[in-house]
């Protein structure tokens, strides 16, 4: 498997369409999954170099780029789509660094605003943007907001990234089926789970998501732990791997070494059913609190709608979870080109599941993105 990254066309294109949201006179991206999305600016997994701030300075007239990094992460500010580039050390191996590495970067971000830009509109991002005596916040406006719905609506490179992370996620859940028996620790399984993904990706994954057995799946979510696998549990595998950047999520409920009971075949149904109710809703204007209330009525139809206790769903891209959230106050609507989940659940003494897929919306309909098996029985 190739993974492929953001193209340099694609983070032009977004870094345009930023710019024609803002009337100013210089933006600032200093968010890391945004560097990766206007820059191509991504550290690679694991690495020191992911450790430390860097900020994408751009001019939305002129359209000129500039990145500021520390000297370790050089090599990834080497690959990124800008015009230029301001390296700064920080650490050399042999002489102690003047500050920590993020007030150095806010120092060097200061000098560098102040030398070119004391008096600009500055577009930035709140949260992530540090609090500099160079900039006051009369000069600053908050571009999250625009950032976020553009990041809805997924570009054509996105699309390559997302579908490959969903193709080496899938390693993941097919070696959790064929490896799955008593007396494995969900800790193993982890470690059996995350050994197909990078195989697979051929390349390094960062792997978070669920693994809970036996009496945990009632905790809804939680990392492996030591406990071992016995004969009759019920194992929830909520999968989310990175790589490159992008997020899978996949969800699926395996039994180990047991055939379902009556109450697990009904719940196995509602579950399938539930997921199916949302999908055919799946299209551009949908709300995404409709979604939730189709997925929750068919849950309530086949009586575990009291142990539906979380969303229907979200966003999937760079985040996990991300915009539109499937849930029933939201006053969201579905766009062309968003990249979400379907997930219901039920979480029951004796009687726990949850399943999920990933769907792309299109002006036609809903594609499905992952094709695990989602069956209880292994």
Same mark, same amino acid.
């Given at each position: ?66 990145? @500021? ?114 007396? @494995? ?194």
């Amino acid at each position: 498997m190739t993974i492929p990254a953001l193209t340099p066309q694609g983070c032009v294109d977004r870094r345009t369409h930023l710019a024609h949201t803002f009337d100013g006179d210089l933006i600032i991206i200093s968010n890391p999954r945004n560097l990766y999305y206007y820059a191509g600016f991504l550290t690679p997994f694991p690495s020191l170099s992911q450790w430390g701030p860097a900020y994408l300075l751009f001019e939305p007239n002129e359209g000129e780029t500039t990145l @500021l990094c520390h000297n370790f992460a050089e090599e990834a500010a080497d690959k990124a789509y800008t015009d230029d580039l301001e390296i700064w050390g920080w650490y050399d191996g042999l002489k102690n660094p003047d500050q920590e590495i993020f007030s150095q970067g806010a120092r060097v971000l200061g000098e560098f605003i102040g030398s070119r830009y004391r008096s600009a509109r500055i577009g930035i991002e709140v949260g992530s943007f540090p609090l500099i005596p160079e900039v006051n916040s009369s000069q600053c406006t908050d571009l999250s907001p625009s950032i976020g719905r553009q990041r809805r609506a997924k570009y054509p490179d996105e699309l390559a990234c997302i579908r490959t992370v969903q193709e080496a996620a899938l390693a993941g859940h097919q070696a959790a089926r064929r490896e799955i028996r008593p007396g @494995l620790s969900e800790i193993e399984l982890f470690n059996l789970i995350c050994a197909a993904v990078t195989e697979a990706a051929a390349a390094p994954a960062m792997l978070i998501g669920d693994i809970i057995s036996g009496p945990r799946t009632l905790e809804i979510s939680g990392g492996p732990t030591k406990r071992v696998l016995e004969q009759g549990d019920t194992v929830i595998l909520d999968l989310s791997p990175m790589v490159a950047g992008y997020r899978a999520d996949y969800t699926a409920t395996l039994l180990v070494d047991t055939e379902p009971d009556q109450h697990q075949i009904d719940l196995e149904k509602g579950l399938h059913e539930a997921l199916q109710a949302g999908r055919e809703l799946l299209e551009p204007g949908t709300g995404a609190a409709d979604v939730y209330r189709a997925v929750k009525a068919c849950m309530d139809r086949h009586g575990f709608g009291d142990s539906f206790s979380h969303h229907a769903g979200h966003g999937l891209g760079l985040g996990h979870p991300e915009a539109p959230f499937f849930v029933p106050e939201s006053d969201e609507e579905l766009v062309a080109g968003d990249v979400v989940t379907l997930e219901p659940g039920c979480y029951e003494p004796g009687c726990a599941g949850r399943i999920e897929h990933v769907f792309l919306i299109t002006e036609s309909g809903a594609e499905q993105l992952t094709h695990h098996d989602t069956r209880f029985t292994v």
